[in-house]
């Protein structure tokens, strides 16, 4: 099954996104990867790569970040990891809430990560009324 991380710059933010994602697909792999080791906010390299490989399979990751360094962090901890044969990691250009609910409902089906990320895409095109 077709893992997710949340990297955020705040730890409640992450760790909130995967406890209501969570209530959709409690069987769905999912880790937060939020804030700096001393709990305060910032993007920390060693917890994006922990939350990937708590929840790595063949199947794939896919990481949502909230910006700016999350996603620079990102990169480069997808680039190391490659390097490990880590490979089907993807970044999600999506809003990270409605993103993460929509991509672990799929995810829970078993669909493959293309379809995963489709459906966390999508979730920037979704009317909230």
Same mark, same amino acid.
């Given at each position: 099954m077709v893992g997710i991380v949340i990297v955020s710059h705040s730890e409640k933010l992450a760790q909130s996104v995967i406890e209501l994602s969570a209530l959709m697909a409690p069987e769905t792999p999912m880790a937060a990867a939020g804030g700096m080791e001393d709990g305060g906010f910032g993007t920390s390299y060693e917890k994006i790569t922990n939350a990937i490989d708590s929840v790595y399979s063949e199947d794939g990751v896919i990481v949502l970040m909230d910006l700016g360094s999350a996603v620079m962090t990102t990169e480069m901890v997808i680039e190391d990891m490659a390097m490990m044969d880590k490979t089907n990691?993807?970044?999600?250009?999506?809003?990270?809430?409605?993103? !993460?609910? /929509? !991509? /672990?409902?799929? !995810?829970?089906?078993? !669909?493959?990560?293309?379809?995963?990320?489709? /459906?966390?895409k999508m979730a920037s095109t979704m009317n909230k009324f």
């Open positions: 990691i993807k970044m999600v250009d999506c809003p990270i809430v409605e993103g !993460a609910i /929509s !991509a /672990s409902v799929v !995810a829970a089906g078993g !669909a493959p990560i293309e379809d995963v990320i489709e /459906s966390a």
